[in-house]
Protein backbone atom coordinates (compact mmCIF):
# COMPACT_ATOMS: atom_id res chain seq x y z
CA UNK A 1 0.00 0.00 0.00
CA UNK A 2 1.14 3.56 -0.88
CA UNK A 3 2.60 6.10 1.75
CA UNK A 4 -0.14 8.38 2.84
CA UNK A 5 0.93 11.90 2.29
CA UNK A 6 1.56 13.80 5.27
CA UNK A 7 -0.15 17.17 6.16
CA UNK A 8 2.94 19.95 6.82
CA UNK A 9 0.50 22.74 7.80
CA UNK A 10 -1.63 23.21 10.19
CA UNK A 11 -4.77 23.63 7.50
CA UNK A 12 -3.08 21.35 5.07
CA UNK A 13 -5.20 18.28 5.12
CA UNK A 14 -6.37 19.15 1.65
CA UNK A 15 -3.49 19.95 0.14
CA UNK A 16 -2.38 16.48 1.29
CA UNK A 17 -5.02 14.72 -0.04
CA UNK A 18 -4.86 16.02 -3.57
CA UNK A 19 -0.86 15.49 -3.31
CA UNK A 20 -2.19 11.92 -2.27
CA UNK A 21 -4.14 11.44 -5.20
CA UNK A 22 -1.70 12.98 -7.85
CA UNK A 23 0.93 11.45 -7.08
CA UNK A 24 2.84 14.54 -5.84
CA UNK A 25 4.50 16.12 -3.07
CA UNK A 26 2.74 17.85 -0.23
CA UNK A 27 4.94 20.86 -1.35
CA UNK A 28 4.08 20.43 -4.97
CA UNK A 29 0.43 20.47 -4.17
CA UNK A 30 0.85 23.33 -1.70
CA UNK A 31 2.13 25.39 -4.59
CA UNK A 32 -0.83 25.11 -7.14
CA UNK A 33 -3.16 25.65 -4.15
CA UNK A 34 -1.45 28.64 -2.45
CA UNK A 35 1.26 28.12 0.52
CA UNK A 36 -0.65 31.14 2.97
CA UNK A 37 -4.00 29.43 2.88
CA UNK A 38 -2.01 25.99 3.89
CA UNK A 39 -1.24 27.29 7.33
CA UNK A 40 -4.27 30.17 7.63
CA UNK A 41 -7.78 29.34 6.57
CA UNK A 42 -7.34 25.19 4.88
CA UNK A 43 -8.88 25.08 1.58
CA UNK A 44 -12.41 24.93 0.30
CA UNK A 45 -13.55 22.51 -2.36
CA UNK A 46 -13.55 24.33 -5.72
CA UNK A 47 -9.84 25.36 -4.81
CA UNK A 48 -9.33 21.85 -4.59
CA UNK A 49 -11.14 20.31 -7.10
CA UNK A 50 -9.34 23.06 -9.56
CA UNK A 51 -5.83 21.50 -8.25
CA UNK A 52 -6.86 18.05 -9.37
CA UNK A 53 -8.62 19.66 -12.54
CA UNK A 54 -5.00 21.20 -13.45
CA UNK A 55 -3.41 17.76 -12.65
CA UNK A 56 -5.47 16.26 -15.25
CA UNK A 57 -7.93 14.70 -13.31
CA UNK A 58 -12.00 15.82 -13.94
CA UNK A 59 -13.24 16.01 -10.42
CA UNK A 60 -16.42 17.77 -8.76
CA UNK A 61 -17.95 17.40 -5.34
CA UNK A 62 -21.13 16.83 -3.68
CA UNK A 63 -22.69 17.30 -0.19
CA UNK A 64 -23.10 13.97 1.07
CA UNK A 65 -26.61 13.29 1.36
CA UNK A 66 -27.62 9.54 3.17
CA UNK A 67 -28.85 7.87 -0.18
CA UNK A 68 -25.49 8.73 -2.27
CA UNK A 69 -23.55 7.77 1.17
CA UNK A 70 -22.40 4.52 -0.40
CA UNK A 71 -20.79 6.69 -3.51
CA UNK A 72 -18.22 7.64 -1.17
CA UNK A 73 -16.21 4.43 -0.64
CA UNK A 74 -14.85 4.48 -4.13
CA UNK A 75 -11.07 4.69 -4.44
CA UNK A 76 -9.48 8.72 -4.99
CA UNK A 77 -13.16 9.77 -3.16
CA UNK A 78 -11.56 12.65 -0.89
CA UNK A 79 -14.23 13.49 1.82
CA UNK A 80 -14.74 16.38 4.20
CA UNK A 81 -15.57 15.47 7.71
CA UNK A 82 -18.10 17.76 9.62
CA UNK A 83 -16.42 20.00 11.91
CA UNK A 84 -16.48 18.43 15.77
CA UNK A 85 -15.34 19.00 18.76
CA UNK A 86 -12.06 16.54 17.77
CA UNK A 87 -11.87 18.40 14.73
CA UNK A 88 -13.07 22.37 15.22
CA UNK A 89 -12.00 23.20 11.38
CA UNK A 90 -13.58 19.84 10.19
CA UNK A 91 -11.35 17.29 8.06
CA UNK A 92 -10.34 15.86 4.60
CA UNK A 93 -9.43 12.39 3.96
CA UNK A 94 -9.13 10.04 1.18
CA UNK A 95 -10.50 6.15 -0.02
CA UNK A 96 -7.49 4.06 -1.17
CA UNK A 97 -7.21 0.17 -0.92
CA UNK A 98 -10.35 -0.01 0.96
CA UNK A 99 -9.35 2.46 4.10
CA UNK A 100 -8.95 5.70 4.66
CA UNK A 101 -5.96 7.51 4.17
CA UNK A 102 -5.87 10.71 7.02
CA UNK A 103 -2.61 13.00 6.37
CA UNK A 104 -2.80 13.71 10.40
CA UNK A 105 -3.79 10.86 11.77
CA UNK A 106 -2.64 11.89 15.42
CA UNK A 107 -4.22 14.95 15.61
CA UNK A 108 -6.36 13.88 18.34
CA UNK A 109 -3.76 12.81 20.49
CA UNK A 110 -0.60 15.56 19.63
CA UNK A 111 -1.88 18.52 18.57
CA UNK A 112 1.66 19.80 17.73
CA UNK A 113 2.10 19.82 14.19
CA UNK A 114 5.75 18.58 14.20
CA UNK A 115 4.68 15.91 15.55
CA UNK A 116 2.20 15.04 12.95
CA UNK A 117 2.15 10.83 11.53
CA UNK A 118 -0.06 10.06 8.76
CA UNK A 119 -1.74 6.74 7.96
CA UNK A 120 -5.15 4.58 7.64
CA UNK A 121 -7.94 4.50 9.55
CA UNK A 122 -10.81 1.69 8.48
CA UNK A 123 -13.87 3.96 9.47
CA UNK A 124 -14.05 7.61 9.32
CA UNK A 125 -13.71 9.63 12.44
CA UNK A 126 -16.38 11.68 11.85
CA UNK A 127 -19.74 12.03 9.20
CA UNK A 128 -18.75 12.84 5.99
CA UNK A 129 -20.46 16.31 4.51
CA UNK A 130 -18.79 16.67 1.49
CA UNK A 131 -17.02 14.67 -0.79
CA UNK A 132 -14.97 15.40 -4.45
CA UNK A 133 -15.53 12.59 -6.56
CA UNK A 134 -13.68 11.35 -9.91
CA UNK A 135 -16.15 12.14 -12.56
CA UNK A 136 -17.31 8.60 -14.17
CA UNK A 137 -15.65 8.05 -17.27
Known sequence: MRRMTKQEDSMGCGAACVAFVTHKTYRQAVKVL????ASTDGFRLKELVDALNKYGLEYHFKYVKPHMQSSIYQDGVIV???????????????RHDGVW?????????????????????????????????????
Open 34 to 37: GPKK
Open 80 to 94: FIKRSARYPHGHYLV
Open 101 to 137: GDPWINVVLDKKLANARSGYRKRLPGKARWALLPKKK
